[in-house]
């Protein structure tokens, strides 16, 4: 299957700071990357999905401004957390989806920890 | 609205066979995907299933019945390496998925 890293994979930050996570689809080109969060024992939650050139479409509730996402390329999403805070602490994870509608691989995941 | 079910927790033997259940609603229908998800970790894909039948891969098959709005994962030969959450989601018409909350499965030896 094809190959989606994500870096950092764990990160601790000062509450305040913001935080960049990066997405890349290594051996496919992406047309559409999803971010997800992840709080412990909980399914995953669709923040936004990301098409390459344009503007991200944000969930209900998921705050465009505090979450900025860039899809510059077709191999490349960025999120953004900017002035996080403790209660922003939880796993995130990218997806990408090739050409295929069905072809969604995930991100290993980047674990926040605000302090 | 969209909702997909399935069991919050299930408990099987090592070397048993267990299914897991999903039920779902959604708006349009392109496909059904089982993920798993180990404590800590990115789901990793299991199975799609777009027709109705069952797709075998190794020791997991699933199955769909769209009729029903069903389908159901099933792993033989448990080994404990199997215990993970496992992630039913529905494509809907706009190609989006939609999640369930996982079946948590717990191999005892």
């Known amino acids: 299957g094809a190959v989606v890293s994500q870096h950092p994979s764990r990160v601790i930050c000062k509450s305040g700071t913001s935080v960049k996570i990066e997405c890349r689809s290594l051996?496919?080109?992406?047309?559409?990357m999803f971010w997800y969060r992840q709080f412990p024992k909980q399914s995953l939650m669709l923040m936004a999905t990301?098409?390459?050139?344009?503007?991200?479409?944000?969930e209900q509730g998921v705050e465009k401004d505090k979450f900025l996402i860039n899809h510059a390329s077709l191999t490349l999403s960025t999120l953004t957390v900017t002035s996080a805070h403790p209660e922003d602490s939880s796993f995130y994870i990218c997806?990408?989806?090739?050409?295929?509608?069905?072809?969604?691989?995930f991100g290993p995941g980047t674990r926040l920890t605000v302090t | 609205g969209q909702n997909i079910d399935q069991p919050t927790e299930m408990t099987a033997t090592e070397g048993a066979i267990v299914q897991i259940n999903c039920t779902y609603q959604?708006?349009?229908?392109?496909?059904l995907f089982w993920y798993q998800q180990h404590a800590g970790e990115a789901p990793t894909f299991l199975s799609y299933?777009?027709l109705d039948g069952l797709e075998e891969k190794g020791r997991f098959s699933s199955f769909l019945s769209r009729s029903k709005g069903y389908s159901y994962l099933l792993l033989k030969e448990l080994q404990m390496k199997d215990s993970a959450s496992y992630l039913c989601?529905?494509?809907?018409?706009?190609?989006?998925?939609?999640w369930g909350a996982g079946t948590k499965l717990i191999i005892k030896p």
């Open positions: 051996d496919f080109q992406a047309t559409t």
């Open positions: 299933n777009v």
């Open positions: 959604t708006s349009g229908f392109n496909g």
């Open positions: 989601a529905a494509m809907d018409s706009n190609y989006q998925l939609i």
């Open positions: 997806s990408a989806r090739g050409t295929e509608p069905y072809e969604q691989y």
């Open positions: 990301s098409n390459e050139g344009s503007k991200a479409t944000y």
